[in-house]
């Protein structure tokens, strides 16, 4: 089962239903409305595995045209030519980088691990400020221009959104809470890592933010997260600050948000912020891969904090050993943030 996993999150949509202009709030309560209409109505999605695993990369590409029927026009698909439109060719690009990042370093065909087509549709709606995964494809608002660009401008974006795939498919952990704070924070962890594979980016070379770029010149903000400094990531008039804590001693207890799953994964981003610097080099070689085999093989639905840290330092143990430099910094990260095993 799946639900619907959204980029932005609400308390953002509620700040400038509260804080903006006319036309900001009109926007955000549009966003906001139609977000959870969507989450509504397809509140679980059942997983249906394809009969025929596929042994290439699939991407298609649909245009909503400012609608919101999905999965719309079909624009581009594998192998086809670039468009002219610029939202159509990062979506693409986006999809096609997160798929090499997990075929490539982890050995996982495409979402599912079976080949499954990544489907994307740009477009959709007016002046949407969001961008989500709802449990097949992938969906992109064109921003309001004012306060958000384009979604498929930051490829961490793409990434983490598609990661809320891989996540359905493996640990589907429940989207509130702990588990749902884990969730968001899986996503964030190789929506990063995607962004620093393609750029080449060691770790002491990344700017460890999520959604560089969504903000435009307008916003006191250089992102929605940061797992460097989170808490940091803006402080605007209209957006209010960042709420992300680093530290479990400042977890925030709220129905808001499904329990606050946007606003407490600051403190497992942190942690494996922690483990990465410690262990330097790439982060995709070491940290990324003790995530994503706990991701596949042992957090479970509820699964929370706690067991987070357990199980990571499980794999460590089991692929570097016990007294290894892997297995401590993964012991110190979830440490520094306020959760030992």
């Not at 999605?45 to 719309?72: F, N, Q």
């Not at 969001?130 to 992938?138: C, E, L, P, S, T």
Request: with cysteine; net charge negative.
């Amino acid at each position: 089962m799946s639900n619907i996993c959204y980029i932005t999150p609400p308390h953002i949509l509620r700040e400038v239903i509260k804080r903006g202009n006319d036309r900001q709030r009109e926007w955000a309560l549009n966003t906001l409305m139609l977000s959870e209409r969507f989450r509504g109505s397809r509140q679980s999605i059942s997983i249906t595995m394809v009969s025929e695993v596929i042994e290439e990369k699939k991407r298609y590409v649909y245009d909503a045209k400012g609608g919101y029927i999905l999965p719309g026009v079909l624009v581009r698909e594998e192998g086809g030519k670039d468009s002219n439109d610029k939202t159509v060719n990062e979506a693409y690009d986006g999809a096609g980088a997160t798929y090499d990042l997990f075929k490539n370093v982890y050995e996982r065909n495409s979402i599912d691990d079976r080949g499954m087509s990544i489907i994307s549709t740009v477009h959709y709606g007016k002046e949407y400020n969001n961008a989500f995964w709802d449990g097949r494809q992938m969906v992109y608002g064109d921003g309001d221009g004012e306060i958000f660009n384009r979604f498929t401008k930051s490829i961490d974006v793409i990434a983490h959104e598609l990661t809320h795939g891989i996540t359905q498919y493996e640990a589907a952990l429940v989207y509130w809470d702990q588990p749902g704070a884990l969730n968001e924070h899986m996503s964030d962890v190789f929506g990063s890592i995607v962004k620093q594979y393609v750029m080449n980016q060691k770790v002491d070379e990344a700017d460890w933010l999520i959604g560089e770029g969504l903000f435009t010149s307008k916003v006191n903000g250089i992102a929605l997260r940061s797992m460097k400094k989170p808490g940091s990531a803006y402080d605007d008039p209209i957006l209010g600050k960042d709420p992300q804590p680093s530290h479990m001693k400042d977890y925030v207890d709220t129905n808001d948000d499904n329990g606050g799953v946007h606003i407490n994964s600051g403190i497992p981003n942190h942690a494996f912020y922690l483990t990465a610097m410690e262990l330097g080099g790439y982060s995709w070689e070491k940290a990324g891969l003790i995530w994503y085999i706990a991701l596949r093989d042992l957090l479970r639905r509820r699964s929370n904090f706690k067991r987070a840290a357990q199980v990571t330092c499980k794999v460590a143990e089991r692929i570097f050993g016990k007294n290894s430099k892997e297995y401590n910094a993964v012991y110190n990260g979830w440490k520094e943030v306020g959760i030992e095993i």
